[in-house]
């Protein structure tokens, strides 16, 4: 496997040329765009970071175009430092939040986090084996980890949830045992594994966002202080 290839969206020159060279220093290739626009036409890349404050549009938006087309892992890079622009970003698909300034050995260890998760999914997707070992059901919700695809069965209408990579390993943490409470703290260790550096509450945006895609908020149960669990609900597709 090459290098690491980062897609930069900064508009800032100073920033852009300090952290392109420092990311280079390390092994990355870079490239880098200093609009919205241009970064929704660029090769996507290994890895996407992403300045919110961008001249031609609203850093959301970008991130909101890339997920429909790509699950390429994204940071979000930001001086936004408020609890409310962190969930935006992550129910937006972000997958990781940066709030200037930061350390670059900080931003590297980010950057492996996530392309490391990105990377085992996608070897998930690929793989072959048994069936009953890549398929969980619950109800009428069926998880196909090999194909990395989740659907609802409601009174014979099949409809494919429309998941982001970490809705769709938080799902299928959850579907594997059912009516067991899982701790926020293990769900994080999970999806976004030990070397994680953002606030809990990133599952709780997850979980909202998981929710409305499965059309019931009872699906998926809060237990105060503990964490969550997936339940099947007594009318599944209200």
Not at 13 to 28: C, E, F, K, N, V
Not at 151 to 179: C, H, N, Q, R, Y
Request: aromatic share 6%; charged share 25%.
């Amino acid at each position: 496997m090459g290098p690491v290839h980062v897609l930069l969206v900064e508009d800032d020159p100073s920033i852009a040329s300090s952290l392109s060279d420092s990311l280079r220093g390390a092994g990355y290739t870079v490239t880098h765009v200093a609009t919205g626009q241009a970064a929704i036409e660029a090769e996507l890349g290994d890895v996407v970071l992403l300045d919110l404050g961008l001249p031609d549009m609203d850093g959301y938006d970008v991130c909101r175009a890339v997920r429909a087309v790509s699950d390429v892992p994204i940071i979000v890079i930001t001086a936004r430092g408020e609890e409310l622009d962190r969930v935006l970003g992550l129910e937006l698909g972000a997958d990781d939040y940066v709030v200037k300034p930061f350390g670059f050995r900080e931003l590297v260890a980010r950057i492996r986090a996530v392309t490391r998760r990105w990377q085992a999914a996608s070897n998930v997707s690929g793989a072959t084996g048994d069936e009953s070992d890549d398929v969980l059901a619950v109800g009428p919700l069926r998880i196909d980890r090999r194909t990395h695809r989740a659907t609802l069965d409601i009174e014979g209408t099949v409809t494919e949830l429309a998941l982001t990579p970490k809705e769709f390993e938080l799902l299928s943490f959850l579907a594997d045992d059912p009516g067991a409470v899982r701790t926020r703290i293990d769900i994080v260790e999970h999806v976004w594994d030990s070397n994680w550096f953002g606030p809990t509450k990133t599952v709780d945006a997850h979980v909202a966002g998981i929710r409305r895609k499965l059309g019931n908020a009872s699906w998926i149960e809060a237990v105060r202080g503990v964490g969550f669990r997936l339940e099947i609900p007594t009318e599944a597709g209200e």
